[in-house]
């Protein structure tokens, strides 16, 4: 029994200081005040991508864009969101998918790093790391990939009566 519960809590350890180092040198694009390359080869493999330039508003939420990181088994997109409106408003980008290639990858909003989305009320900004996760048995050509397709989902107003779809393109060189 103290055999097992060493090797959970170890496991479980493990876990957890794997899920933290993969988003600190992601930016969510919140704080502009670093001087920053558009692009960036890093030495375990992945690549990280500049996406600050995109941005968007849909019915009175302000969508921007920070790093994107590729990662061979994951896909971390820095994001930063405030509602200009009075009212809530709906949406939920840490249940969106991104396309990389021919692979779809679904968001984990359990390794979501930061408070993101949701039912945010009039006034609010918000920023985090989205993680979207590779399918088990596959695996990111880190070196091939051109472009980076994003779909967050729909933006909702309080009542559901409008929503507004947002996606963006996040070129790779």
């Known amino acids: 029994m ?26 969510t694009g919140a704080d502009n005040s670093k001087d920053k390359k558009t692009e960036e080869k890093k030495d375990d493999g992945s690549k990280k991508v500049d996406a600050s330039k995109q941005k968007t508003e849909a019915l009175g939420m302000k969508i921007n864009l920070g790093d994107v990181k590729i990662m061979k088994d994951k896909v971390n997109v820095g994001i930063n969101i405030e ?13 969106g ?11 984990n909003m359990f390794l979501t790093d930061g ?18 996760t590779v ?5 990111i050509d880190v070196n091939s990939v051109k472009e980076v397709k994003l779909k967050f989902g729909d933006v909702t107003t309080e009542d559901f009566m409008k929503n507004k779809d947002v996606s963006f393109t996040v070129p790779v060189k």
Do not use: R
């Open 135 to 139: 399918p088990e048995g596959k695996e």
């Open 83 to 95: 509602n200009t409106t009075k009212k809530q408003l709906h949406f939920y980008p840490d249940q």
């Open 115 to 132: 408070q993101v989305g949701g039912d945010v009320e009039g006034g609010v900004k918000q920023d985090g790391v989205l993680e979207f």
């Open 2 to 27: 103290k055999k097992f519960l060493v090797l959970f809590l170890s496991l479980g350890l493990a876990l957890a200081l794997a899920a933290c180092g993969s988003t600190d040198d992601v930016s």
């Open 97 to 107: 998918k991104a396309v990389v290639g021919d692979m779809q990858l679904d968001a």
